[in-house]
């Protein structure tokens, strides 16, 4: 399914360099998008995150996915990130990422993911609804809207990551599908860190007219075609 992209981004001042990036992959039978999100505390986070979606684009490009099932690309891709985490957690021993992939299919859809990337969608009001579970120390019960989770300090302490210090532990989603939805992929900088109305003004326009906030700012708009 062939989509069309905007990738809005905005550094912070924690760190010197941007460390949220994204990729994209559009194969004949299944197409990925991609963010991941670099700690801002772990050194070559940034590298980390780069690299990874580097790897994810590589293996996945070689996959035979004729035939394949939702199920069964899920588990293909549930693969890939476990090769990766061996591979670059040799190379990156002390860094840690969030990532989140979005997959579409012809007829479905799901996500995989690690850490606090959120996926939404955006819908013709104007509101986001946001999907999946965010792995962090404020939501370990699971309950809490992203907005509750934005105001908890404890949010930017992870229970899942991608990192060599821990074991990789994919979360899985499968989602309707739908002709002509709007999905967004988002760092917490954007999801946490920006409101409502700033949110929709940044996708609009790239760039906030005030100054940024310490998290970098990053979001993909992946937009499916109508029937």
Sequence with gaps: ?????????QAGTITTDNRDAYAHVEQ??????????????RPLSGELANAFLAKLVLDFSHLQLEGADAEQTAKALVQIIATSHRILGEAYPRAACSYLVLCLLADAAFSV??????????????KINWLNNTHCVANWQGNLTHAE??????????????????????????????PHQHWLLASDGFWACLGSEEQLFFLRNGNLSAAPTKDDISCLSVTTPPI
């Design 149 to 178: 989770i934005a105001l908890d300090t404890s949010r930017h302490s992870l229970t899942r990551c991608f990192s060599a210090r821990r074991e990789s532990n994919p979360e899985i989603n499968h989602w309707p599908l739908a």
């Design 1 to 9: 399914m062939r989509a069309s992209l905007q990738w809005r981004t």
């Design 113 to 126: 993911h690690e850490g606090d990337c959120c996926l939404g969608l955006l819908e013709q009001t104007g």
């Design 28 to 41: 004949a039978h299944a197409s990925i998008y991609l963010i991941a999100d670099g700690s801002s505390s």
